[in-house]
T-cell receptor
Framework: NAGVTQTPKFRVLKTGQSMTLLCAQD?????MYWYRQDPGMGLRLIHY???????AKGEVPDGYNVSRLKKQNFLLGLESAAPSQTSVYFC??????????????FGPGTRLTVT | AQRVTQPEKLLSVFKGAPVELKCNYS??????LFWYVQYSRQRLQLLLR??SRESIKGFTADLNKGETSFHLKKPFAQEEDSAMYYC???????????FGKGTLLTVNP
């Protein structure tokens, strides 16, 4: 199993450009998440999905959109990139069940720079 | 609202010394607490969770509900323990994780 993969690994954008980050998992997980990691800020949840066709806002959703058209994929879009979106983006997935939280499995990250 | 506080951004110890990474949380219900670790240029991975009450790589963490803490401890630090450590809390029905800001542990030879 590849686990959680992210595409691309690195990207440089100019202010105002758009792009889509792709996350894929082959573990048949229901839940998927997008985080951003910034120095001194830890990981902050951008959006998450509890199943195919459903998405919800996290802690810092502004400037991002997501889609979960297939269970194994979770896309993060930046419609008009801003320098404040320079960050490392991590995708994660987990099982879902009632009564407890399961381990989240993380992708390798995408390093995005917006100039 | 749920909050996780890791008061130390940086922690430096010598090999063989005990290490304790502090984590305090704020949550009104019954939380589930986790420690995640990120080694240099690697992805985050789960180190341990309070519900399992296990020791991983010599690390342990006990949930203290009275002090709302979940400190990570190891009696004898090794150089390979150098990494970024994140404490995380899950509360509520959607099982989202709230992460602390992380503590960068450096174990010196």
């Amino acid at each position: 199993n590849a686990g959680v993969t992210q595409t691309p690994k690195f990207r440089v954008l100019k202010t105002g450009q758009s792009m889509t980050l792709l996350c894929a998992q082959d573990m048949n997980h229901e839940y998927m998440y997008w985080y951003r990691q910034d120095p001194g800020m830890g990981l902050r949840l951008i959006h998450y999905s509890v199943g195919e066709g459903t998405t919800a806002k996290g802690e810092v959703p502004d400037g991002y959109n997501v889609s979960r058209l297939k269970k194994q994929n979770f896309l993060l879009g930046l419609e008009s990139a801003a320098p404040s979106q320079t960050s490392v983006y991590f995708c994660a997935s987990s099982l879902s069940t009632s009564g407890r939280a399961y381990e989240q499995y993380f992708g390798p990250g995408t390093r995005l720079t917006v100039t | 609202a749920q909050r996780v506080t890791q008061p130390e951004k940086l922690l430096s110890v010598f090999k063989g010394a005990p290490v304790e990474l502090k984590c305090n949380y704020s949550y009104s219900g019954s939380p589930e607490l986790f420690w995640y670790v990120q080694y240099s240029r690697q992805r985050l991975q789960l180190l341990l969770r309070h519900i399992s009450r296990e020791s991983i790589k010599g690390f342990t963490a006990d949930l203290n509900k009275g002090e709302t803490s979940f400190h990570l401890k190891k009696p004898f630090a090794q150089e390979e323990d150098s990494a970024m450590y994140y404490c995380a809390l899950s509360g509520g029905s959607n099982y989202k994780l709230t992460f602390g800001k992380g503590t960068l542990l450096t174990v010196n030879p």
